[in-house]
């Protein structure tokens, strides 16, 4: 696709999704056109068409049969992204879609497979590794200022009450992994690669919740570097970090720290720096939500860079199937109490399934 404006369908208008409404709103000046938006609830769509100014609609094929969309944005629940991924790709529409991807292997794999087929660009809005103290991070080790990474810690721990504006997480079959460790394990990817294999241990702190609320992962990378995940809703920090990733990595010349507060730490070869990298407020962030909503704005601009620039986006169905294969092996290996390997693309999805449904 040429660069040039690119008409944008939102389809889910809840509460994350305002900051993918409002990020393509601030992305106009690069070529974003925010077209149309669509929520299965009458009054959410009506209420996001009013207050972005663009047409508004119930069922999300109307609106891709109505409107001349160049991608679509999907924001919903994980269990209908499957048919909507279809159902745009069947259109020939770019189109990206919230994490997790969907809600089991196989589904991504049809997701991926279906793009592919047709010849459509996909992909996933994973956005923590947008957030600017992970680019800062990423930044720190390709510059090799503390060597080849080795160890590192990735966290997000916190007691903020997640459940009020998703109050379905109490429900939730997969919770704390599937909605914000998968962040982290892409996270684990980014900074040191690719994955050998992952163990994992799994909690339920709050009686309320259905699934797990804490799990702690320990994974083995190709690279011989070794890295813990851990993610909680029930740590009880004070201060309480929420919404920041707080993170360590260790190289042979030195390490890199994420602080509270984005503030990055730096060693290297005996010489320690620590500077502020937070960044200045937008028009509709908010100060503790800042770190976040600002990742899901400049994940919607790399998708439109690359959209623009006719190239596949660093979260691609096909990428973000590497993370997805981490979660559901991070599920198993805490069922089975062993680390487990994480499934590849192109693996006899028969034989995997049988797999899995004996375990």
């Known amino acids: 696709m040429a660069r040039g404006a690119i008409r944008i369908g939102v389809i889910g208008c809840g509460f994350y999704a305002q900051n993918h409404l409002h990020a393509w709103q601030d992305l106009a000046g690069e070529g974003a056109v925010l077209a149309a938006v669509c929520d299965v609830d009458a009054g959410k769509a009506e209420a996001a068409g009013r207050a972005f100014g663009v047409p508004f609609y119930k069922d999300a094929a109307i609106m891709l049969a109505s409107e001349h969309l160049h991608s679509v944005d999907i924001v919903t629940r994980h269990d209908t ?26 589904d991504c794999v049809a997701i991926v497979e279906a793009a592919e087929k047709a010849g459509v660009w996909l992909a996933v809005h994973e956005n923590f590794r947008f957030q600017t103290p992970m680019r800062h991070v990423r930044r720190v080790i390709d510059s090799g200022a503390i060597g080849a990474p080795s160890w590192a810690r990735i966290m997000f721990r916190t007691g903020f009450d997640v459940y009020r504006t998703q109050p379905y997480f109490y429900d939730e079959e997969r919770l704390a992994i599937a909605d914000v460790g998968i962040h982290l394990l892409d996270l684990a990817r980014f900074f040191l690669g690719e994955v050998e294999h992952i163990a994992c241990e799994t909690q339920r702190r709050n009686p309320k919740v259905r699934a797990e609320d804490t799990a702690t992962m320990l994974l083995r990378h190709h690279s011989g570097a070794v890295s813990v ?45 620590e500077e502020d990298i937070g960044s200045p407020l937008r028009s509709w962030t908010t100060v503790r939500w800042h770190v976040a909503q600002e990742g899901a704005f400049l994940a919607c601009r790399h998708f439109l860079d690359c959209l623009q620039r006719g190239v596949p986006a660093e979260t691609s169905g096909h990428d973000n199937l590497k993370t997805y294969a981490l979660v559901d092996a991070a599920y198993r290996a805490a069922a089975q109490h062993r680390a487990v390997v994480p499934a590849q693309w192109k693996e006899s999805l028969g034989v995997a399934s049988k797999e899995r449904r004996a375990q």
Do not use: M
């Open 81 to 106: 992204h499957r048919a909507l991924c279809e159902l745009a790709i069947s259109r020939g529409i770019a189109t990206v879609v919230q994490k997790p991807f969907a809600p089991t292997w196989e």
């Open 229 to 273: 995940v851990d993610c909680t809703y029930e740590a009880r920090r004070d201060p309480d970090p929420f919404p920041e990733t707080l993170v360590e990595i260790e190289g042979d010349k030195g390490s890199i720290v994420v602080l509270p507060g984005s503030r990055l730490r730096v060693s290297s070869n005996g010489v320690t720096t």
